[in-house]
């Protein structure tokens, strides 16, 4: 099996506040890219902030950060509260306000307004810290969705238990997927770990929860969507997200959504981002 996490370029690693959030932090070589170009504002670019999604944690960004590194980017990865290697707690007790307060404590960190790019529950946090804080932007990759999308385009089968005091990691007992090989899936399954129930119920849709409400109308910060999709209905979703966030919007057909982070395609996520963050760059 490949850990991606093995290759990743040098580093520095930092524990912040009293919960011990685990940050990683790779500076931007500013090499010059082929594909993207480092432009003459290298020294001004906004730093990017990444934020996972559920049961997983920085690892989950090993494939990416390589990419934005080589193309001059300085990439702050961060780890929500008791996650891959920040301390661990008593999850019955974290709630998805808790992980709202630890993006704010790395935002501190950042000399200047970053670009938040989140993965699911990510995203969700993004959109909701994008409501109050200021940000140079918000890349969302199939990104959880917003109670005012879920009324557009509504799922036809939400989820139908109630979850327990804790969310275990996912088994993926599965061998492949459509875009993911066995070793990608392999290395999930080494680091997949549990999630707080109630964090996942506050933006899950089902008999117990109506999902995050986001009002869109407080982000003024320029977004891009990028949505996995298999089905016509994914991809209205997707459209309906960038719409309510007045983003840009990339649909990736036929690809899942841990694949588009950790799969055969996932460069295909990489180039999207890196493409919109040039020309949010050169406007």
Known sequence: MIDYTKALPAHTEKYLGVHDLFLEIYKGEGEHNLSHPVTASLPGRPPLLFIHGAYTGSWMWSKFI??????????????LRS???CRQLDLTRVTFGDYLADIREVLAECAVPPVLIGFSMGGILSQKLAETEELAGMVLI???????????????????????IVMPAPARAELSSIDESSDDIAFQRKYLGMESALAYSAFSFAAYSEGVSINSAAITCPGLVIQAVQSAEDDRRGLAMAQQLHADYTALWNTTHTGVLVGQRYKE???????????????
């Open 142 to 164: 199939d990104s959880s969705i917003s109670r005012e999308v879920h009324e557009a385009v509504p799922y036809q089968h939400l989820e139908r238990f109630v979850p327990g």
């Open 83 to 85: 996650h891959y290697k």
């Open 66 to 79: 390589p990419h934005f590194c080589q193309a001059g980017w300085t990439c702050y990865v961060m780890n």
């Open 269 to 283: 996520t990489v180039d999207a981002v890196l493409d919109w963050l040039s020309s949010f760059q050169a406007s």
